[in-house]
């Protein structure tokens, strides 16, 4: 159906045989678009709903990947650092046991026995325990310092991820339609209008 057709249909058979085509085309046309226009307005605010639901997936994924990549950076630090404690004490173990074995040579050698003997074995344990001590509570911090950069970590993603979430306006097919009726009964009322004005 062309416009003119649709325009005379609004207006009526008596008016529209006193008016031009181009007269009725207008007002079909006019009608066209008010019915067509809230379904067009849905259909792209619709695609753009779409898009920007899949914009905000892959950020999220995106997101988690990157937040999963900072957490195995933060645990491999930290299982660098613990291997790097164990590996000190194994050697402040072994230097240890070295000490120890070159003071009793030595005391054996100058007559050194005893309590004298003990309290120089005594004094290299005591330093190297002081030592590993130290090693142990910084690898205590260092396990603490893991874990509080693991809660940050996950409470930034969190903060990410709800950032990234935000409500997308979807379109409403029952507000368009209505929209689209509305607009008909307006260009309908305004065409018997328009046509009561050249029946008269």
Do not use: N
Request: charged fraction near 15%; proline fraction near 2%; aromatic fraction near 4%.
């Amino acid at each position: 159906m062309c416009f003119p057709a649709i325009g005379a249909a609004i207006v009526g058979a008596k008016a529209a045989g006193s008016m031009s085509a181009l007269s009725l085309g207008m007002i079909g046309a006019s009608a066209v678009a008010s019915v067509a226009s809230p379904l067009v307005s849905y259909a792209g605010q619709r695609k753009q709903a779409k898009q920007q639901a899949a914009y905000q997936a892959q950020a999220a994924a995106t997101e988690r990947q990157r937040f999963l990549q900072e957490q195995t950076a933060i645990r491999i630090q930290e299982a660098q650092k613990q291997k790097a404690a164990g590996e000190e004490l194994a050697d402040i173990a072994r230097r240890t046991q070295g000490a120890l074995g070159t003071v009793t040579a030595m005391a054996a050698s100058r007559g050194i026995t005893g309590v004298s003997l003990e309290a120089l074995r005594d004094d290299i344990t005591r330093q190297a325990g002081d030592v590993q001590f130290r090693i142990a509570q910084q690898q205590d911090m260092g396990e603490v310092a893991t874990a509080m950069g693991l809660e940050q970590a996950g409470f930034a993603t969190q903060q990410r991820q709800i950032a990234l979430a935000k409500p997308i306006a979807r379109p409403s097919l029952a507000l368009a339609g209505m929209q689209a009726l509305s607009g008909g009964l307006q260009a309908y009322a305004a065409g018997r209008q328009i046509g009561a004005t050249y029946e008269s």
